[in-house]
Nanobody
Framework: QVQLVESGGGLVQPGGSLRLSCAGSGSISSINAMGWYRQAPGKERELVAHITGGGRTTYADSVKGRFTISRDNAKNTVSLQMNNLKPEDTAVYYC??????????????WGQGTQVTVSS
């Protein structure tokens, strides 16, 4: 079993910053890719940022230059620094990780989600 737990969401004014963190635990041998997704009310879940095991990053066009994804491979954690937040960034943010369990079986897990609300 692999668990992902997010933290760091909350209410922030437009132009403000938040930092989301996600920690993986359980039967994890290695993690390949990690990412952050978000889902706003009435919309489909979308990719926000993605990072490979080698550190290569990908961002949604809407967050480029404002958000930064990073990871700590030794701690199985991934973070998302969000600056200059806009009301349209309001959503539930989900952490995702893909890798191998001990015993070499693959996994793809999601966190429970953390609410980010950008409002004055």
């Amino acid at each position: 079993q692999v668990q992902l737990v997010e933290s760091g969401g909350g209410l922030v004014q437009p132009g403000g910053s938040l930092r989301l963190s996600c920690a993986g635990s359980g039967s994890i041998s290695s993690i390949n890719a990690m990412g952050w997704y978000r889902q706003a009310p009435g919309k489909e879940r979308e990719l926000v940022a993605h990072i490979t095991g080698g550190g290569r990053t990908t961002y949604a066009d809407s967050v480029k230059g404002r958000f930064t994804i990073s990871r700590d491979n030794a701690k199985n954690t991934v973070s998302l620094q969000m600056n200059n937040l806009k009301p349209e960034d309001t959503a539930v943010y989900y952490c995702n990780a893909e890798g191998l369990r001990f015993g070499w079986s693959p996994f793809a897990s999601w966190g429970q989600g953390t609410q980010v609300t950008v409002s004055s």
